[in-house]
């Protein structure tokens, strides 16, 4: 007789979605527009159970989901919510409900927290605080950015930042007219080389020596949205507003905030038009993960530190003289999960599960593949290698400009 069940989950995804709510109740999530909770409940099967284990992510990309199958996860964690409004059908033909069909059928559950993270005490508002409040284990860097290259070629900026020639557009070869004897026209070649979209690198960073100290300068914090009444997490709420005891240089701020999450090779700023950005000096920063502009809207702080805002947010925001740093939007959320998520769960996890085992046990369980889930100790939470954000950022590595590619005879 089978012991495979349709109407209970594993005793791990139990203790998983337990540990969870412990960490970041649902409570303190925005229910105006979130989905946060088990959104994906897997039956289990004792027969072919899957590991203990706990596989976090930003988003539930098809990716993820292959990795979560391949690797045998029992939970998926997906801090963005892969299902947001009510769905009237699951079909194969969409592709994120195709990634929970195959889940399930896997007996793979999944597990979105999102805005109840952002609003937690300690969670993502305040890691992102905290390296923006941070110190370098290095001298902070100077305070002056990169001079403009002088004009050795065709192609180098003029003093106003604008291309001084017509073979301004990196993607586009123009045509340029030159008087000759025969007065030829002759449309030049631009070669260019970019390299192959890049990301912020996390791999590995939880067992690195940090290098950057975190909550280490002079400050005072507050919430900017506060989320009351629930019990045990005062201070919650969203986004944080930083007010440092001595005004800090945008640059060094940029520093920090380059190597707190991981280090990309560029990331977007804004400044007001009649400013340079190393003579900024900030005194208030306010701060949210992800989409910033309704949380930030009617902040009043030096800088916006957040994932994205759209052009007129960000024009807005210069226009009365604030500077804007963003990441695209997951890039404030997914450091978070190597640095602070993947140990935190796996603490209160292990104790939990030792908690779900004895529970389960005196429920009564029939079937020797359940006796087998219940005796296995073990508990592993890894971050997905391979979420990442949609967005990457080329780099132009070589550029040349290169004999003509046609002439033709007036």
Avoid at 30 to 56: H, W
Avoid at 126 to 131: C, K, N, P, S, T
Avoid at 288 to 293: D, E, K, M, N, V
Wanted: net charge negative; glycine share 6%; aromatic share 6%.
């Amino acid at each position: 007789m089978s012991t495979y069940t349709t109407d209970k989950a594993s005793p791990f995804t139990r203790a998983v979605v337990n540990s969870m709510r412990k960490l970041y109740p649902e409570a303190l999530a925005d229910k105006s527009f979130d989905n946060t909770g088990l959104l994906l409940e897997a039956p289990f099967d004792p027969i072919r159970r899957q590991m203990n284990s706990v596989l976090l992510t930003v988003d539930l990309t098809k990716a993820v989901a292959d990795e979560a199958i391949e690797n045998n996860h029992c939970v998926v964690v997906a801090y963005h919510p892969i299902i947001f409004r009510g769905l009237k059908s699951l079909t194969l033909a969409d592709s994120q409900q195709q990634s929970l069909l195959r889940l399930a059928l896997e007996g793979i559950s999944v597990y979105s927290p999102h805005t109840a993270v952002d609003a937690a005490p300690g969670g993502l508002g305040d890691w992102l605080a905290d390296i923006l409040t941070g110190t370098l284990s290095a001298p902070e860097p100077a305070t002056k950015t990169a001079k403009q290259p002088e004009p050795t070629s065709p192609l180098a900026y003029s003093s106003d930042d604008q291309l001084s020639n017509p073979l301004e557009d990196p993607f586009v070869e123009k045509d340029v007219q030159e008087n000759t004897p025969k007065q030829e026209s002759q449309r030049m070649s631009l070669a260019r080389s970019y390299s192959r979209p890049t990301y912020p690198n996390h791999k590995g960073k939880e067992k690195e020596q940090p290098d950057l100290t975190p909550s280490s300068a002079s400050h005072k914090r507050t919430v900017i949205h506060p989320v009351p009444g629930v019990e045990g997490f005062s201070n919650a709420g969203m986004g944080r507003l930083v007010t440092f005891t001595h005004p800090q240089p945008l640059t060094h701020l940029i520093e920090r905030i380059a190597r707190g999450v991981g280090n990309p090779k560029g990331f977007p700023v804004a400044i007001p038009q009649s400013r340079q950005v190393e003579d900024i000096n900030i005194t208030t920063a306010a701060i949210s993960a992800g989409s910033g502009g309704a949380i930030l809207k009617a902040v009043d702080a030096d800088l916006l530190f957040t994932g994205e805002l759209s052009h007129h947010e960000a024009l807005a925001a210069t226009e009365r003289g604030t500077s804007v740093v963003t990441l695209f939007h997951s890039n404030t959320e997914r450091g978070f999960l190597h640095s602070v998520m993947k140990e935190k769960l796996s603490t209160v996890l292990k104790e939990e599960w030792k908690r779900v085992r004895t529970e389960v046990r005196d429920e009564g369980v029939d079937g020797e593949g359940w006796e087998e889930a219940l005796e296995d100790e073990d508990v592993l939470v890894e971050v997905s290698e391979r979420d990442r954000d949609p967005f990457g950022i080329v780099i132009l590595q070589s550029e040349q400009v290169g004999r003509p590619i046609t002439g033709a005879k007036g």
